[in-house]
Every structure is written in structure tokens, then in C-alpha cells.
């Protein structure tokens, strides 16, 4: 059979026996589906969302810790600054605590310091209460009880010679009231501003000569402040004021025999509404450093001086806190601190320290002393 023949054959028996399906078939009741997508979509957008969850869960919880900082129970430390007038008030009233620690110094000796701090010791720390304890007294001078420094505008002076005062008022850790006056006079010279002045505390003055340079955005004030004119290059402190940029630290030097024999920079600065004193204190003589962060706290309604330390020295580091109170000694009834050091390792001693002239300048009236004390430095020729 040809091949002509097969194909016309193959068609007939195709047409009459294969039944005609496509004209039965609904196309209007067919649905047409998309075409599925990769599974690979959709398990990156799975992931997409559930990272997408995280990064914001974490967000709000960084947002959250950033505010958390932010409250109370964690303030911010912002510097504290004083205006010159304060600053030459503050450099006199802490200086002259810093004087009578050389009177210390020169009336017993640095072993026999170091032998009495040294008895039943624990913390390493004991051993220098004695050294910082005038920078104690100043401490408390300026953490008073409503946690501000509270200095005057300066008014015309009472006492005679002098143009102008400051004045300054403290409530002590055992609470008396006590009003430091500083008396001076400024003078122009150049680009310097000269400041001599006076505080009279009972029978004592402490004498102040200092000068204000402004250079840029730095303002430095210099003062020398000592008890005994014919002493005044032998035994002083030396104090330096440096404000930039709205921040404002002192540096003080202790002068015995006109050889420096310690030092120390001051920070003031506020946290939340309290005050708060940082101090760093270094020997010359011994290679002794203390940093110190005080603030006054109220102990069982008890107010005292809190201060985190931290000490290097003598081949040890040792880091703590003291507690300072004033308590009565019942022998000679005078107040006296009372030092309570717990280092890190929670080793604990006890040290009594004395407090300095804390019992000067309780309002005392100083007409007195207006006639009577003609050779303060700083006095116009005209008024002695």
C-alpha cells in the first residue's frame, strides 16, 4: 500500500472513532492560576519581616535605656562655673584651710603623721587620711546643705580700705551657720586685672593677691594667699583658676620653706540638684595620688561627706569609699572628724581627723578689726 493510501486511512478511522472532546469542553468554567512563584520569595520575605521586628524591638529598647539615663536616678554631671568675683572668694576661703595644714606640717613631723595612721590598719588608704584631711575641711566649706555654693554679689566693703566684699555662707555637717567675708580692691593694669584682698576669720586674716588674664576663649585667674606677710614667699598656697569652653578646674600648690610639697586640681560640678567636689591629690615628696569624688549625703538623717576613692602609692592601688561624720571628742569636747574607709575587698578602718578653722567666721561681728588692722596689702595709701 502506498504511503498516499496509509495517511487517508489513518485520518478516516482518527475521524470516525477518536470522539470530538474539544467541542464539549466549558472554556468559559476554566480558572486560571498564576504561575507559582519560587519558594525562595517567600522564605527572604519570612526572614525580611522577622528581622525588620528585631532591629525595631532593639531600637526602642536602646531609645528606652538613652531616656532611662536620662532621669533622675541616673543625672547628668554638668561642670559648674564662678564668676571672677567668686572665684577670688573661693580661692581665699579654700586656700586658708590648706594654710593651716602648713602650720601641721611645720608643728610635727610627716613620720609621726604616718606612725599614729598607721596603728591597727587595714586598707592602705588609712595611712594618708591624715595628709587629705585639710582638703576635707574644704570639702565641707562648699557642700553645704542645700548643695549650692552660696556666694554674694559683691556689695561695697565694710571693712575700712577696701572697696568691695563677697560673702559666703555654709551650713557645717554638724549644722551651724557660718558667713565668710572676703574683702578687696581690683585695679587695671594692661591687659591684667589685679585683685588684692583680706578674710578675716576671729583674730586670724588671711591675705590674697591675684591677677586675671583673658586670652581667648581662656580665662586664667592666679592667686597667692598667705597668713604672714613677712612669710608670704616661704609659707602660701598657690591657686590657679583656668576656664574654657564654659568648664572650670583649680590646681593648688602648698608652699613650706618655698618648696612645693603637694598639689591638687578641683573640679565642682552638679548632679541632678546635688553638688559634687572632685578632687586629685598627689604628694611631691612621697609619689602619692588620690582621686576623690565627694558629695553630702544624709546617713540615718545624719548629714556626712560620701566620697568613692581611689588611691596609688607605695607600690599599691587600692580603690573605696569614706564616709566622713564630725563627732565630739568626749576628752577634749571639740568636733572632730570621723573617718569610716571600706576598701573594695570590703577591709574597713576607722580614723579621727581634725577640722581645721571650721569654727571661724559663725557671723561674727568684725568692727573691731576695721580699726585695728591698718597693714592689710591691698589698702590705698590714702585710707592708712
Known amino acids: 500500500m502506498r504511503d498516499k493510501d496509509i495517511k487517508a486511512l489513518l485520518k478516516s478511522t482518527m475521524e470516525s472513532q477518536i470522539p470530538d472532546v474539544l467541542s464539549r469542553i466549558d472554556l468559559q468554567s ?40 536620662r532621669t533622675p536616678n541616673n543625672p547628668i554631671e554638668i561642670p559648674m562655673t ?26 610635727q613631723t610627716q613620720n609621726m603623721i604616718l606612725l599614729s595612721s598607721m596603728m591597727n590598719q587595714e586598707t592602705h588608704m588609712k595611712q594618708r587620711v591624715a595628709l587629705l584631711n585639710p582638703y576635707f575641711n574644704m570639702i565641707e566649706l562648699f557642700i553645704s546643705s542645700d548643695e549650692s555654693l552660696t556666694f554674694s554679689d559683691p556689695i561695697a566693703s565694710t571693712l575700712s580700705g577696701y572697696t568691695y566684699q563677697v560673702s559666703y555662707e555654709i551650713v557645717s555637717l554638724n ?27 576671729e583674730q586670724q586674716s588671711f591675705y590674697l593677691e591675684g ?24 609659707q602660701y598656697v598657690e591657686f590657679i583658676s583656668t576656664e574654657v569652653a564654659n568648664t572650670q ?12 610639697i603637694e598639689s591638687a586640681e578641683v ?24 582621686d576623690i569624688k565627694a558629695m553630702r549625703v544624709l546617713d540615718n538623717g545624719i548629714a556626712k561627706i560620701r566620697a568613692e576613692y581611689e588611691y596609688q602609692g607605695d607600690g ?43 569654727d571661724y567666721g559663725k ?22
Open 267 to 290: 573640679r565642682l560640678e552638679t548632679i541632678g540638684e546635688n553638688l559634687r567636689i572632685r578632687l586629685t591629690y598627689e604628694h611631691e615628696l612621697d609619689d602619692i595620688e588620690v
Open 363 to 384: 557671723d561674727k561681728d568684725h568692727s573691731d578689726d576695721e580699726d585695728s588692722d591698718d597693714d592689710h596689702p591691698g589698702r590705698d595709701n590714702k585710707n592708712r
Open 82 to 107: 564662678l564668676t571672677a568675683e567668686k572665684t577670688y572668694s573661693f580661692s581665699a576661703i579654700s586656700s586658708s584651710t590648706l594654710l593651716n595644714a602648713i602650720d601641721l606640717e611645720l608643728n
Open 175 to 201: 549644722n551651724e551657720t557660718a558667713t565668710y567675708v572676703f574683702h578687696y580692691n581690683e585695679t587695671q593694669s594692661g591687659d591684667e586685672t589685679l585683685t588684692e584682698g583680706v578674710l578675716v576669720l
Open 30 to 69: 476554566i480558572d486560571i492560576l498564576d504561575a507559582p512563584k519560587p519558594r525562595f520569595n517567600a522564605i527572604f520575605k519570612e526572614r525580611f519581616a522577622s528581622i525588620a521586628l528585631t532591629l525595631i524591638a532593639t531600637t526602642m529598647l536602646i531609645v528606652g535605656l538613652i531616656s532611662l539615663g
Open 316 to 358: 599599691f592601688e587600692e580603690k573605696g569609699s569614706i564616709l566622713v561624720s564630725v563627732e565630739v571628742d568626749p576628752i577634749l569636747n571639740t568636733n572632730e572628724y570621723r573617718y569610716e574607709i571600706t576598701n573594695s575587698k570590703g577591709e574597713k578602718d576607722d580614723f579621727m581627723g581634725n577640722r581645721g578653722h571650721h
Open 249 to 260: 578646674w583649680f590646681d593648688y600648690g602648698v608652699y613650706i620653706n618655698g618648696d612645693q
Open 211 to 234: 591677677t586675671k588674664v583673658v586670652n581667648g576663649e581662656k580665662t586664667i585667674i592666679t592667686t597667692k594667699t598667705y597668713n604672714n606677710p613677712l612669710l608670704k614667699d616661704l
